[in-house]
């Protein structure tokens, strides 16, 4: 089995800043990309960033220039750094990793979800 748990959501002002963390434990042979997406109410879930196991990152149009997303490979955690928040960028923000397992089995795995509001 394994866990994702995330952290770091919470309220802020226009203009603020939010760290994110999520933090993957379990039966874990390795990790390959992991990301971070969004849902806002009434929306469908988009992709904010991902970052695969080689670093190469992808970040939606959307956030670019705001937005940081780093690994830390010997922890297995994923962070988004959100700068410069707006209104828009209110959502449940959920990390998503693709995991090996020892069975090397491949799976696709998501977070329970952290709200991020961003007040005008």
């Known amino acids: 089995q394994v866990q994702l748990v995330e952290s770091g959501g919470g309220l802020v002002q226009t203009g603020g800043s939010l760290r994110l963390s999520c933090a993957a434990s379990?039966?874990?042979?390795?990790?390959?990309?992991m990301g971070w997406y969004r849902q806002a109410p009434g929306k469908q879930r988009e992709l904010v960033a991902v970052?695969?196991?080689?670093?190469?990152?992808n970040y939606a149009d959307s956030v670019k220039g705001r937005v940081t997303i780093s690994r830390d490979n010997a922890k297995n955690t994923v962070a988004l750094q959100m700068n410069s928040l707006k209104p828009e960028d209110t959502a449940v923000y959920y990390c998503n990793v693709e995991i090996r397992d020892w069975l090397l089995l491949v799976r696709q795995y998501w977070g329970q979800g952290t709200q991020v509001t961003v007040s005008s």
């Open positions: 379990g039966n874990i042979f390795s990790i390959n990309d």
């Open positions: 970052i695969t196991s080689g670093g190469s990152i």
